[in-house]
């Protein structure tokens, strides 16, 4: 996990600690939000699914790409389920997506 990963993750477990809605919670979650974007933008054809990674991020970077993006469990693990026309991509988290210029690619740890 990179540095502001690490610092994202900070602003998130101090969200936490503030009633839902307060305007504590919102200016850590924006500021949650403002660095995991930048770690978006920093590598922006490689996206990195964790569990600490917030998932608009993970649909926002899918639809960059021009993917669309559904998230599923059931009973099992949190799984992504990635599709453009004919291509579907199905993977679970932690995983890394990697844009190769024509598709995304998978790499399962």
């Keep these: 996990m990179t540095d502001l990963a690490h610092v994202a993750l900070d602003y998130r ?4 600690r503030h009633r839902y809605d307060s305007q ?3 200016d850590a979650q924006a500021m949650a939000d403002a660095l995991e974007r930048m770690i978006g933008n920093r590598t922006p054809n490689d996206h990195h699914a964790t569990w600490s990674t917030s998932t608009h991020l993970t649909a926002e970077w899918a ?3 021009g993917y669309q993006l559904a998230i599923t469990s059931y009973g099992g693990p949190v799984g992504l389920i ?3 026309g004919d291509h579907l991509l199905v993977a679970n988290i932690p995983c890394h997506l990697h844009w ?10």
């Excluded at 477990?13 to 936490?16: E, F, S």
């Excluded at 190769?100 to 740890?109: A, F, S, V």
């Design 100 to 109: 190769n210029g024509n598709k995304i690619t998978l790499e399962q740890p």
């Design 82 to 84: 990635l599709q453009r």
């Design 13 to 16: 477990t101090r969200a936490n």
């Design 63 to 65: 639809r960059r790409h």
């Design 24 to 26: 504590e919670w919102r």
